[in-house]
């Protein structure tokens, strides 16, 4: 008699049904679909879901289905040209008021979306659209927050009339900037200083140097500190980046930090790459000065010399230098929204201030009402040379006078930038919208993957697999006859539960992807190999059956349970070190590994047992 | 259906000295062939412009590359695609131009030849991936030897057998890499996809073996090692050739049925499948053999400590 502890059978039945619903949406395909979205980002209701229906079936477009999800309108269609044909109607009829997504909708019944479950997305390589990789300049954007500190540091000590000769961003130790260094001439008191910047350096480690002349209070960055810096940059391009991509109307985009100081931004179906490309990868930022107006910008040109407490800018689109007073009123991170509007001086963008620029703002236009006010849009980018073969980048700052406008009145936290080319001002307040960004990102990659390779790799793929399965199962059940047929059952089962498994991580399945469900079969397979062959050894030692069987599966055990733990070794550390593919690879080789165990060790036993545990004569094994 | 009705006999050990000169002279041939021809590195690695096109009729590939050579591309590689009609374009990066700009460039001159032509797919991919990938790659590659080692010397207490596995583990892929780079068969992403299944696949053989050494060796603590050693691969061999066989039926579908894209990827497989059967036999087990393995390292005779706890 074979038994098998019945927990354990309820275990297994359990895992399968579980397993089979996570599954079971990628077996309904998808519709081609469009996601609509309100462009000021209110959302949509139901009845303006069968106001563009109705239109669209004016326009005699079928619309398959129509729903609203998340605020945004989800249009199905039969096939892609229904789809395209929607998408072109809809842009011409409803302009900038809507923007609208190309995507894939699972044709799974509703109760499945309801429920959170959905099929698998598939990879950029198996469906086509834009891959992005950037880098993030860490590096500056420890830079700047110095640049912050120094300027604090500067306003303390004037405000103490404590005298200073320079105060700058230093290397103290290390390869990048990290500390600010004063420089005190000897008349003045250290101690006093260093009191005066306790307020500014709160939480900096100081130190005090003697020098020839004075003295210096050096305020470093402990590296604890410059990494937090680094990762609250890189959380925010990413939060920036983001909105940018919603402000695209991409559906299911993923924007994620890949290795230390790099984001990866993966499109699915977008494939007009130079436009977004233009978009998320803007580095830009904005600032709101006075114009000098006491002092001539044609002499300061002339001489090459700004005035004191003045700035001169050459590139302008006001078509004339300009001189700018240097204190910043606000900047661009200051903002809360922007958009384009039309004026009576034509297309503008209407913003709007958080409270502390509002009321710098209100003070300035006070105080300066019918001066000049110009805005400062600053784009930094890389650009790379090559020099004697040799790649050479270089960072260049654009710092570029937009706009420039008399203060007609007293405001504080809203008012229009104008003076703007129609596209312009849409394509400005959408950068300002979605957060200026202010550290700087250079692209690494970028790539255009076509959906109709993408389309011919998966069927190929996808029906080499499966004959290469069917012929597996086959090959099984001929040589090992009803243990065969449960190695198939069992292999189907692993199948099942790693798509499941795949599906509820929201893991994208690509080709790498498919190499892991490869191995993983052959995994699998192997494991019931090796417990049926140790099977057929106790059974030509002239072992009864039932004692052939329980002994197969003991003393298969420790081969099985070290093989795969070796394989789930290397699984795991490619899935920690590996990028891209190899980590694709990994996460369908660890998980395939958990599940292949499962079925072949506690499946295969279930229904062996099932078969032939209750069966008091039994003379031979069908192996 | 049974390959092997009774146990087989076959002295494995015995004629080990010419399967090591073999696997040097394999070894030694592909680092040679790696050293000095390379290999044919896909555009994951190199960097540059990859285009797809499908052509309405068959179409003649030195053709295609003397017009893209014109066009003032600097060496086109041109190569069919998922049968006569389709060609994929490789060219060398150049900064100068954006995708769209060459699309366009690479769809006026396709068109001399072809009005009808489609360009599929135009890719820009930057070099500096391929070495990040590169580096990630060594260090993950490390660490999976060193742990897979450190694991083996734990469950069967023995470093001798850990070696044998590492180098094993080594062989494999240096075998895959020499015959790409003989063959010059392009290697791209899918293709280090398929090495690493390699390495799982090899693994997988060797523990196995090792795990019917270890059983052996415990219930025949007098027999000679080598003896062992024949008997646990012998008692294997069925095990290992009926797993070959069935995952070979996978891998050739996606050889002959995966379409290009998984031709390199399964062909890898496909060489790493063989490698790894024979590395589990002649370089793991042998290896061990050759460092003086026996039954006291894996199973340790018990001290008689217990003599002092006695009254």
Same mark, same amino acid.
């Given at each position: 008699?074979?038994?098998?502890?019945?927990?354990?059978?309820?275990?297994?039945?359990?895992?399968?049904?579980?397993?089979?619903?996570?599954?079971?949406?990628?077996?309904?395909?998808?519709?081609?679909?469009?996601?609509?979205?309100?462009?000021?980002?209110?959302?949509?209701?139901?009845?303006?879901?069968?106001?563009?229906?109705?239109?669209?079936?004016?326009?005699?477009?079928?619309?398959?289905?129509?729903?609203?999800?998340?605020?945004?309108?989800?249009?199905?269609?039969?096939?892609?040209?229904?789809?395209?044909?929607?998408?072109?109607?809809?842009?011409?009829?409803?302009?900038?008021?809507?923007?609208?997504?190309?995507?894939?909708?699972?044709?799974?019944?509703?109760?499945?979306?309801?429920?959170?479950?959905?099929?698998?997305?598939?990879?950029?390589?198996?469906?086509?659209?834009?891959?992005?990789?950037?880098?993030?300049?860490?590096?500056?954007?420890?830079?700047?927050?110095?640049?912050?500190?120094?300027?604090?540091?500067?306003?303390?000590?004037?405000?103490?009339?404590?005298?200073?000769?320079?105060?700058?961003?230093?290397?103290?130790?290390?390869?990048?900037?990290?500390?600010?260094?004063?420089?005190?001439?000897?008349?003045?008191?250290?101690?006093?200083?260093?009191?005066?910047?306790?307020?500014?350096?709160?939480?900096?480690?100081?130190?005090?140097?003697?020098?020839?002349?004075?003295?210096?209070?050096?305020?470093?960055?402990?590296?604890?500190?410059?990494?937090?810096?680094?990762?609250?940059?890189?959380?925010?391009?990413?939060?920036?980046?983001?909105?940018?991509?919603?402000?695209?109307?991409?559906?299911?985009?993923?924007?994620?930090?890949?290795?230390?100081?790099?984001?990866?931004?993966?499109?699915?179906?977008?494939?007009?790459?130079?436009?977004?490309?233009?978009?998320?990868?803007?580095?830009?930022?904005?600032?709101?000065?006075?114009?000098?107006?006491?002092?001539?910008?044609?002499?300061?040109?002339?001489?090459?010399?700004?005035?004191?407490?003045?700035?001169?800018?050459?590139?302008?689109?006001?078509?004339?230098?300009?001189?700018?007073?240097?204190?910043?009123?606000?900047?661009?991170?200051?903002?809360?929204?922007?958009?384009?509007?039309?004026?009576?001086?034509?297309?503008?963008?209407?913003?709007?201030?958080?409270?502390?620029?509002?009321?710098?703002?209100?003070?300035?236009?006070?105080?300066?009402?019918?001066?000049?006010?110009?805005?400062?849009?600053?784009?930094?980018?890389?650009?790379?040379?090559?020099?004697?073969?040799?790649?050479?980048?270089?960072?260049?700052?654009?710092?570029?006078?937009?706009?420039?406008?008399?203060?007609?009145?007293?405001?504080?936290?809203?008012?229009?930038?104008?003076?703007?080319?129609?596209?312009?001002?849409?394509?400005?307040?959408?950068?300002?919208?979605?957060?200026?960004?202010?550290?700087?990102?250079?692209?690494?990659?970028?790539?255009?993957?076509?959906?109709?390779?993408?389309?011919?790799?998966?069927?190929?793929?996808?029906?080499?697999?499966?004959?290469?399965?069917?012929?597996?199962?086959?090959?099984?059940?001929?040589?090992?006859?009803?243990?065969?047929?449960?190695?198939?059952?069992?292999?189907?089962?692993?199948?099942?539960?790693?798509?499941?498994?795949?599906?509820?991580?929201?893991?994208?399945?690509?080709?790498?992807?498919?190499?892991?469900?490869?191995?993983?079969?052959?995994?699998?397979?192997?494991?019931?190999?090796?417990?049926?062959?140790?099977?057929?050894?106790?059974?030509?030692?002239?072992?009864?059956?039932?004692?052939?069987?329980?002994?197969?599966?003991?003393?298969?055990?420790?081969?099985?349970?070290?093989?795969?733990?070796?394989?789930?070794?290397?699984?795991?550390?490619?899935?920690?070190?590996?990028?891209?593919?190899?980590?694709?690879?990994?996460?369908?080789?660890?998980?395939?590994?958990?599940?292949?165990?499962?079925?072949?060790?506690?499946?295969?036993?279930?229904?062996?047992?099932?078969?032939?545990?209750?069966?008091?004569?039994?003379?031979?094994?069908?192996? | 259906?049974?390959?092997?009705?009774?146990?087989?006999?076959?002295?494995?050990?015995?004629?080990?000295?010419?399967?090591?000169?073999?696997?040097?002279?394999?070894?030694?041939?592909?680092?040679?062939?790696?050293?000095?021809?390379?290999?044919?590195?896909?555009?994951?690695?190199?960097?540059?412009?990859?285009?797809?096109?499908?052509?309405?009729?068959?179409?003649?590939?030195?053709?295609?590359?003397?017009?893209?050579?014109?066009?003032?591309?600097?060496?086109?590689?041109?190569?069919?695609?998922?049968?006569?009609?389709?060609?994929?374009?490789?060219?060398?990066?150049?900064?100068?131009?954006?995708?769209?700009?060459?699309?366009?460039?690479?769809?006026?001159?396709?068109?001399?030849?072809?009005?009808?032509?489609?360009?599929?797919?135009?890719?820009? !991919?930057?070099?500096?991936?391929?070495?990040?990938?590169?580096?990630?790659?060594?260090?993950?590659?490390?660490?999976?030897?060193?742990?897979?080692?450190?694991?083996?010397?734990?469950?069967?207490?023995?470093?001798?057998?850990?070696?044998?596995?590492?180098?094993?583990?080594?062989?494999?892929?240096?075998?895959?890499?020499?015959?790409?780079?003989?063959?010059?068969?392009?290697?791209?992403?899918?293709?280090?996809?398929?090495?690493?299944?390699?390495?799982?696949?090899?693994?997988?053989?060797?523990?196995?073996?090792?795990?019917?050494?270890?059983?052996?060796?415990?219930?025949?603590?007098?027999?000679?090692?080598?003896?062992?050693?024949?008997?646990?691969?012998?008692?294997?061999?069925?095990?290992?050739?009926?797993?070959?066989?069935?995952?070979?039926?996978?891998? !050739?579908?996606?050889?002959?049925?995966?379409?290009?894209?998984?031709?390199?990827?399964?062909?890898?497989?496909?060489?790493?499948?063989?490698?790894?059967?024979?590395?589990?036999?002649?370089?793991?087990?042998?290896?061990?053999?050759?460092?003086?393995?026996?039954?006291?390292?894996?199973?340790?005779?018990?001290?008689?400590?217990?003599?002092?706890?006695?009254?």
């Amino acid at each position: 008699m074979l038994e098998y502890a019945r927990w354990k059978y309820i275990l297994i039945v359990v895992v399968l049904l579980l397993s089979t619903l996570f599954a079971l949406p990628n077996v309904f395909g998808d519709d081609p679909a469009i996601q609509i979205g309100r462009a000021d980002h209110t959302n949509l209701k139901a009845d303006d879901a069968a106001a563009i229906v109705s239109y669209l079936k004016d326009q005699k477009v079928s619309v398959d289905k129509s729903y609203v999800e998340d605020g945004k309108v989800m249009l199905r269609f039969v096939d892609t040209t229904e789809q395209f044909k929607a998408r072109d109607a809809i842009k011409d009829h409803y302009k900038e008021q809507y923007f609208t997504a190309m995507s894939f909708a699972s044709r799974a019944p509703d109760l499945f979306v309801k429920w959170g479950l959905r099929p698998m997305p598939l990879g950029l390589d198996l469906r086509g659209g834009l891959y992005l990789l950037y880098q993030v300049d860490v590096k500056g954007s420890v830079s700047q927050y110095l640049e912050g500190y120094a300027q604090d540091a500067r306003r303390a000590l004037s405000v103490s009339n404590i005298q200073f000769k320079d105060v700058t961003v230093a290397v103290n130790g290390g390869d990048q900037q990290n500390a600010v260094r004063i420089v005190l001439p000897p008349e003045t008191d250290v101690s006093t200083a260093r009191t005066a910047l306790t307020q500014p350096f709160q939480g900096i480690s100081t130190t005090t140097e003697s020098l020839p002349s004075g003295s210096a209070i050096v305020a470093t960055l402990s590296t604890a500190q410059i990494k937090e810096r680094q990762d609250y940059a890189i959380q925010q391009v990413i939060t920036t980046m983001r909105n940018r991509v919603n402000e695209l109307g991409v559906s299911e985009p993923i924007v994620q930090r890949q290795g230390v100081d790099r984001i990866n931004v993966q499109l699915p179906g977008v494939q007009n790459s130079a436009e977004v490309v233009n978009i998320l990868g803007k580095v830009a930022s904005l600032e709101f000065r006075l114009e000098d107006m006491s002092n001539s910008a044609q002499e300061a040109v002339a001489t090459g010399h700004a005035p004191l407490g003045s700035k001169l800018y050459t590139h302008t689109r006001i078509g004339r230098p300009i001189l700018l007073k240097r204190e910043i009123i606000a900047t661009g991170d200051q903002l809360t929204s922007a958009t384009s509007t039309q004026t009576q001086e034509g297309p503008a963008v209407s913003l709007r201030l958080d409270s502390r620029a509002g009321d710098a703002m209100l003070k300035t236009t006070r105080a300066n009402l019918r001066k000049r006010m110009a805005v400062v849009l600053i784009e930094k980018r890389r650009e790379t040379t090559k020099v004697d073969g040799k790649e050479v980048s270089k960072d260049i700052t654009d710092e570029q006078v937009i706009n420039d406008a008399t203060i007609q009145g007293i405001f504080s936290n809203q008012f229009n930038i104008t003076g703007l080319q129609a596209g312009e001002a849409r394509e400005l307040a959408l950068l300002l919208r979605s957060g200026s960004l202010s550290t700087p990102i250079y692209p690494v990659e970028e790539r255009v993957i076509g959906p109709s390779v993408g389309k011919e790799n998966i069927d190929k793929g996808v029906n080499a697999l499966i004959i290469g399965m069917a012929g597996v199962f086959v090959f099984m059940a001929i040589y090992y006859r009803a243990f065969g047929l449960v190695a198939d059952l069992v292999l189907l089962a692993n199948v099942v539960l790693l798509t499941a498994l795949l599906s509820m991580m929201r893991a994208s399945l690509s080709l790498p992807g498919i190499a892991g469900i490869i191995l993983t079969v052959g995994m699998a397979v192997d494991a019931n190999v090796l417990i049926y062959e140790r099977i057929r050894e106790e059974v030509r030692k002239g072992v009864s059956p039932q004692a052939a069987i329980r002994a197969g599966f003991e003393k298969a055990f420790s081969a099985i349970a070290d093989s795969n733990v070796t394989t789930l070794i290397a699984g795991v550390v490619l899935w920690v070190f590996g990028t891209g593919p190899i980590r694709g690879f990994a996460i369908v080789l660890t998980l395939g590994i958990a599940t292949s165990l499962f079925t072949a060790l506690m499946g295969s036993r279930a229904l062996v047992t099932l078969l032939y545990g209750g069966k008091r004569k039994l003379t031979r094994l069908s192996i | 259906m049974e390959f092997f009705s009774s146990e087989t006999k076959f002295p494995f050990m015995a004629t080990r000295k010419v399967w090591y000169t073999l696997s040097a002279i394999l070894m030694i041939g592909s680092i040679v062939s790696f050293a000095t021809r390379g290999l044919n590195l896909g555009i994951d690695f190199t960097g540059g412009i990859s285009a797809a096109a499908s052509f309405t009729q068959t179409v003649d590939v030195d053709a295609v590359r003397t017009k893209l050579a014109a066009a003032g591309f600097k060496d086109p590689q041109v190569n069919t695609f998922g049968g006569s009609r389709g060609v994929n374009v490789r060219l060398a990066p150049d900064p100068s131009q954006d995708a769209k700009t060459i699309r366009q460039k690479i769809e006026d001159t396709l068109k001399a030849i072809d009005p009808s032509v489609q360009v599929q797919q135009v890719e820009v !991919v930057g070099p500096q991936v391929g070495n990040e990938l590169k580096t990630s790659a060594t260090w993950a590659l490390f660490f999976t030897l060193l742990l897979i080692g450190m694991y083996i010397a734990f469950r069967f207490h023995t470093w001798r057998l850990s070696l044998g596995a590492i180098l094993a583990v080594i062989h494999d892929p240096v075998l895959v890499l020499g015959i790409f780079s003989v063959t010059q068969t392009q290697f791209d992403l899918p293709v280090v996809a398929a090495i690493l299944a390699v390495i799982g696949y090899s693994l997988n053989d060797t523990v196995v073996v090792f795990d019917r050494i270890r059983e052996r060796l415990e219930s025949n603590r007098r027999l000679a090692s080598d003896v062992v050693l024949d008997q646990s691969i012998n008692q294997t061999l069925s095990r290992t050739i009926m797993t070959k066989v069935v995952t070979s039926i996978v891998v !050739v579908a996606l050889l002959f049925l995966g379409g290009p894209v998984l031709r390199g990827f399964s062909e890898a497989l496909m060489i790493g499948i063989i490698a790894g059967t024979y590395s589990s036999i002649y370089i793991s087990s042998a290896i061990a053999l050759d460092c003086g393995l026996t039954a006291e390292h894996v199973f340790p005779s018990e001290k008689k400590a217990a003599i002092d706890h006695l009254p």
